[in-house]
């Protein structure tokens, strides 16, 4: 298949085409079939998401609390949290903040692009204003949107203003694909594509009910890929939607596998984490790398949702106490940090069987490279560097080449 050169960096390109896997159309561009997933708490920022696209990729920015790389913005909203009375006035000013550098950061990864590949605002559905980071998101020029944790039933009707822009839902399961194509065709909008995160395999937020459900084998990528073009067969739906699978995807012979059974490309978190051009500490990105999946553990996140993340100092310590936690969970007067980040919070909410921690302050301390207090979220899988920190260019060439030929290099 002849691939566009405009949108891909020209070596990559020519490794695609030497690769016999098929590049990926999306918002008429001819891209390589690798999306990198939005990892927050700005664990991909600009400097990831614009590395990715400027390859020929799919670079994901994740919104939620972006001010955390910007001095000035954490100047401006420091202390806040502790003034008691006005709650308000507070959230105000952090969301405020934090919408500000999601325009700061969606124009810096537009210049590190440089026109190349495709950029994408991953925004929870949980957060407390979402439809605000999607708002100011596409206020500011970004190429997709593309929304998880939980069905974002609304995304057409927050995006009417902007009929170019992409949107990509993010789901688990054919049946979760059927609803939102059909919510959304009665709004006359659909998916541009769809995201099939795998909860088994994937890392952050699962798109599961429970734990217990990560196993069940509708998640399946053999089930639910195609099951979900029959679907969309079946519906007359003439628009292509594409279909990304996520979760666990490590290797050449893992994208060939799931183009086989329909898949656009893939999606990928945690290597894309722990290359050079990750916008989080060195440290977090050697705990990530170092990890196996045994050092992991679910549990249920603070905004209710089943989480895989490595079990570090902190998150074991949690567990121990966790039942306790929740035994004595009750409502409380304000967040404990005044700014509201989840629409619903295990915490703040005092909901019975919810984490009972602060998510901001712990996926932040990990953005620091901070063990002691830090929640690290990461997929299953050996890394394809192992424990090593590459570059972006590096993973993706490794990801368009086969094992045969990387034995010979």
């Known amino acids: 298949m002849s691939v566009d050169p405009s949108h891909i960096d020209a070596k990559l390109a020519d490794k695609l085409q030497q690769s016999g896997l098929n590049a990926m159309?999306?918002?008429?561009?001819?891209?390589?079939?690798?999306?990198?997933g939005g990892m927050g708490i700005g664990v991909s920022a600009h400097r990831l998401a614009g590395a990715v696209a400027a390859m020929g990729g799919v670079g994901t920015l994740s919104a939620v609390d972006l001010?955390?790389?910007?001095p000035d913005l954490m100047e401006r909203t420091q202390g806040l949290a502790s003034r008691v009375g006005q709650d308000e006035a507070t959230r105000v000013a952090i969301d405020a903040a934090n919408l500000e550098a999601v325009a700061r950061e969606v124009k810096a990864a537009r210049e590190q692009s440089q026109g190349r590949g495709l950029l994408a605002m991953n925004v929870m559905r949980a957060v407390s204003d979402y439809a605000g980071y999607v708002k100011r998101s596409l206020e500011a020029g970004i190429d997709a949107v593309v929304v998880g944790a939980g069905?974002?039933?609304?995304?057409?009707?927050?995006?009417?203003?902007?009929?170019?822009a992409l949107l990509v839902p993010i789901l688990s399961d054919s049946r979760g694909v059927q609803l939102i194509v059909k919510k959304w065709e009665r709004k006359k909008r659909l998916p541009d594509a769809i995201v099939i995160e795998h909860p088994r395999l994937a890392g952050g937020h699962l798109g599961a009910a429970k734990i217990a459900d990560l196993n069940d084998p509708r998640f399946d990528f053999?089930?639910?890929?195609?099951?979900?073009?029959?679907?969309?067969?079946?519906a007359g739906i003439e628009k292509e939607i594409p279909l990304i699978a996520a979760g666990g995807i490590r290797s050449y012979e893992d994208i060939q596998r799931v183009q086989a059974l329909g898949a656009a490309g893939v999606q990928l978190g945690t290597p894309f984490a722990v290359t050079e051009e990750g916008d989080a500490h060195p440290e977090f990105k050697r705990i990530l790398a170092e990890a196996r999946d045994e050092d992991m553990v679910e549990f249920t996140s603070v905004a209710g949702?089943?989480?895989r993340a490595v079990a570090t100092p902190w998150l074991k310590a949690y567990l121990k106490i966790e039942e306790k936690l929740q035994a004595v969970a009750h409502v409380k007067n304000r967040c404990t940090k005044a700014f509201d980040c989840l629409a619903q919070c295990g915490l703040r909410d005092g909901l019975t069987g919810w984490g009972q921690f602060c998510i901001d302050n712990q996926l932040a301390a990990?953005?620091?490279?901070?063990?002691?207090?830090?929640l690290f979220f990461r997929g299953v899988g050996a890394l394809p560097f192992g424990d090593q920190i590459r570059s972006v260019r590096e993973l993706m060439d490794r990801l368009l080449t086969r094992e045969a030929q990387r034995a010979l290099a």
């Open 25 to 36: 159309s999306l918002g008429g561009r001819r891209l390589l079939p690798i999306v990198q």
């Open 67 to 70: 001010r955390r790389h910007h």
């Open 151 to 164: 069905l974002p039933l609304d995304l057409p009707d927050l995006a009417q203003d902007h009929p170019k």
């Open 222 to 234: 053999e089930r639910v890929i195609p099951e979900s073009l029959a679907f969309l067969r079946s």
């Open 305 to 307: 949702l089943p989480a």
């Open 366 to 374: 990990a953005m620091r490279g901070d063990v002691k207090k830090g």
